[in-house]
């Protein structure tokens, strides 16, 4: 799967206490209704709140985010600390600043598969936060990289 270049997100969760992680399995399911899905560890620290949220955010990320979709890759970091520009949205979910786009997800199914939790969420409220001239984060090949111009 290295081969397959993909866009990266940042899955929020919890109305209390934030968590979040980078995501780069997520995927358009459906137009109508608007359906999503992601993957997420079962392992995770996130998956205790994303089990059981009634909502969570899914962020798309620019093109020059690279450091914060590392922050939210690494196990353990403090993602929600003094360096991650974020505020509480729509639904009170943790958004980040400056994304490409968050869309709130209402998660309608959650399926173990293995080591793993396919989420499957119907998009509740979409918004634009940048402008999205500056292009997606992608990643490809093992590194984060970006559309060619």
Request: one cysteine or more; a neutral charge; proline letters at 7%.
């Amino acid at each position: 799967m290295r081969h397959h270049a993909k866009g990266v997100a940042v899955i929020t969760a919890g109305q209390e206490s934030p968590v979040g992680f980078c995501a780069t399995s997520l995927a358009s399911i459906s137009l109508d209704p608007p359906l999503l899905s992601f993957t997420v560890g079962l392992h995770s620290a996130s998956w205790a709140t994303v089990q059981s949220a009634p909502h969570v955010m899914v962020h798309l990320l620019a093109q020059d985010q690279e450091e914060l979709a590392r922050r939210f890759a690494e196990p353990g970091s403090a993602k929600f600390g003094p360096r991650t520009a974020w505020h509480r949205g729509v639904l009170g979910l943790p958004v980040l600043d400056g994304v490409l786009a968050w869309l709130a997800l209402a998660p309608i199914s959650r399926l173990p598969v293995q080591d793993h939790a396919l989420v499957i969420g119907r998009v509740v409220e979409a918004g634009q936060i940048g402008d999205g001239g500056g292009g997606p984060l992608i990643h490809h090949g093992g590194r984060f990289s970006q559309l060619a111009t």
